[in-house]
């Protein structure tokens, strides 16, 4: 006969880590540079009042349980206050990205049956474009303060978010509600077809809050000063925001400041920690500091993800600024997190190159994501770092349907259960660091072989005249498919295409190296920072090789 245990039955609820905050950590500091310009700088004990005079707002602007509440803004104290209020009354927060194009942001909106939007002043002109236009929306909330209100503005019956807040008092009592509610919605970028939602749910934030903050994966704690880049409109931050509050440490908001110069300047001027970013922020700030030949003070782990991190890159920041790269992978439909690059004890004892070749993986699963590999037809592949197939992960945060099930059931069913494909080609080694060599969709098929363009672009990057390096596939009449690099040189250098040819020699197999390389002035970057391989294969679709 099953024995139930008798511990109490709390649900797992967003609104309980900012309880936790105020109360445990109620001095410790969130500093925003805020769109207006200035530094702003409050406490947790200020984020949970100004969270409960926000849901008493909400309230009064008629937001009920289950309502969608957009948001269109930058990393800040504001858009952190949101966070807590929609979700911890109930309501849905969807967090809309402001690169995509104003027709996708009108689908998605529409799709999504926001009821509410509020924006940074920075997309006001963005706002005006699509307020006639989205379906649904009928109040629209400017994050700023009364003197900042644009005088005069095309959007209808315009709110003012610090005198809504100002309207209220502070006291409200968080809602208690079944843990599986949805919390936060998040489309995927939507490379191939329409963008799809992605529905999170209380219990699902809450288990990736715990897993996120190991030691083994983001590695927070009190003692920490976190300067999330990566946005909040795009996968919660990587769940930094929930992160900061159940450990308590203190938090720091680039808002629209995203270049090299402004992040280094809140980086030393606020004791930064650790940070988070995709691998294309990380090369304008680090192109800074190396033209201005700065040290970050405080700065020791950053967390880089989203694309793959160039071995070059981890190195630069271990040796020239003793900043330890924490490489993780994960997707908006794992909220993201799934794998994070850290050393087991063994790894220790190695010597630094073969360190370096462990940190240029994705990493191990953290508990909580179960994944294999899989063939094309399905079976499961050993864990030998030499077999690669497609990716499959299951667990308690990650997707099972997308929002109103549009693209029907997306699951594959293995061994009786449901499991998510990621769309990802890796390989995955005895001690389970993943590795992965490209997504499905980019990779290159060679005379029925794959070739894995992440490989050909980590060696490019690793050239020091090379800024950026894309390597996509190009029309063979005997191949089906070749390899093409796309890059674009460092300001001032001088490279040619036999140069950048010879530089792959002894380093990858020779039916790998490119059939040839062109050079651009940039290469297209898209809403949430990767390169745009698609665009990319679209401008050289008609291209000839020379070995066509
Ligand atoms: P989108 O699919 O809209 O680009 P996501 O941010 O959800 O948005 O992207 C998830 C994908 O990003 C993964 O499936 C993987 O292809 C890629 N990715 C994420 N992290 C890494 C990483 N560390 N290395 C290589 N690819 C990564």
Redesign the pocket.
């Known amino acids: 006969m099953t024995v139930l245990g008798q511990m109490m039955q709390q649900p797992l609820l967003i609104s309980s880590l900012l309880v936790h905050a105020e109360r445990h950590h109620g001095e410790q500091e969130i500093v925003s540079r805020r769109v207006e310009g200035d530094i702003h700088r409050q406490t947790f004990r200020d984020l949970a009042a100004r969270s409960r005079k926000m849901a008493n707002a909400l309230a009064k602007l008629g937001i009920q349980s289950g309502d969608r509440v957009a948001t269109l803004a930058w990393n800040g104290y504001r858009h952190m206050e949101l966070y807590y209020a929609v979700s911890g009354s109930g309501a849905v927060l969807h967090t809309l990205n402001p690169r995509l194009h104003p027709d996708q942001l009108v689908y998605i909106a529409d799709h999504a049956e926001d009821s509410a939007i509020f924006f940074d002043l920075t997309f006001l002109p963005l706002i005006e474009a699509i307020a006639s236009r989205v379906k649904t929306i009928k109040t629209f909330v400017a994050m700023t303060d009364r003197a900042h209100m644009p005088k005069e503005s095309k959007v209808p019956g315009l709110l003012c978010y610090d005198e809504l807040l100002g309207a209220e008092n502070d006291t409200f009592t968080w809602p208690s509600f079944d843990e599986n509610s949805a919390s936060s919605l998040c489309y995927?970028?939507g490379?191939t077809g329409n963008p799809k939602g992605v529905l999170y749910s209380h219990r699902s934030t809450v288990l990736h809050t715990y897993a996120a903050a190991l030691p083994d994966a983001l590695d927070c704690s009190a003692r920490d000063t976190i300067l999330p880049v990566v946005p909040m409109f795009?996968?919660n931050a990587w769940g930094l925001p929930y992160v900061a509050c159940m450990v308590g440490a203190k938090l720091v908001f680039p808002g629209p400041g995203l270049d090299g110069k402004s992040l280094y300047e809140l980086f030393e001027a606020e004791k930064v920690t650790l940070s988070a970013g995709v691998p294309t922020v990380w090369q304008g700030l680090l192109s800074y500091v190396e033209a201005n030949k700065l040290k970050f003070s405080t700065m020791n782990r950053s967390v880089i993800?989203?694309?793959?991190?160039p071995p070059a890159m981890i190195r630069a920041f271990n040796e020239q600024y003793g900043v330890q790269v924490l490489?993780?992978?994960?997707?908006?439909?794992m909220s993201?997190l799934g794998t994070a690059c850290t050393f087991k004890a063994k790894h220790l004892a190695q010597t630094q190159e073969e360190r370096y070749a462990v940190m240029a993986k994705?990493g191990r699963a953290i508990y909580g994501v179960d994944m294999k590999i899989v063939d094309v037809a399905g079976a499961e592949l050993p864990w030998d770092g030499e077999a690669s197939g497609e990716l499959l992960v299951r667990g308690p945060w990650i997707m099972s349907r997308y929002f109103k099930d549009e693209g029907g059931d997306p699951l594959v069913y293995a061994d009786g259960d449901g499991w998510f494909p990621?769309?990802?080609v890796c390989k995955i080694d005895a001690d389970g660091y993943m590795q992965?060599t490209d997504?499905s969709k980019d990779v290159i098929k060679s005379g029925g072989e794959w070739i894995g363009s992440?490989d050909i672009e980590n060696i490019a990057m690793a050239n020091p005249k090379v800024a950026m390096a894309a390597c996509i596939s190009a029309a063979h009449p005997k191949w089906d498919e070749r390899p093409l690099l796309v890059v674009v040189r460092k300001p001032g250098a001088e490279l040619t295409r036999d140069e950048m040819l010879a530089f792959f020699e002894g380093k990858i197999a020779k039916w790998w190296t490119p059939d040839d390389v062109v050079f651009v002035d940039a290469i297209p970057i898209g809403a949430?920072g990767?390169m745009l391989k698609n665009r990319l294969r679209e401008q050289f679709k008609d291209y000839k090789l020379p070995t066509a």
């Open positions: 995927t970028s490379t795009h996968v993800g989203g694309s793959a991190c490489h993780a992978w994960g997707m908006t439909e993201p994705q990621t769309g990802d992965i997504r992440i949430t990767k």
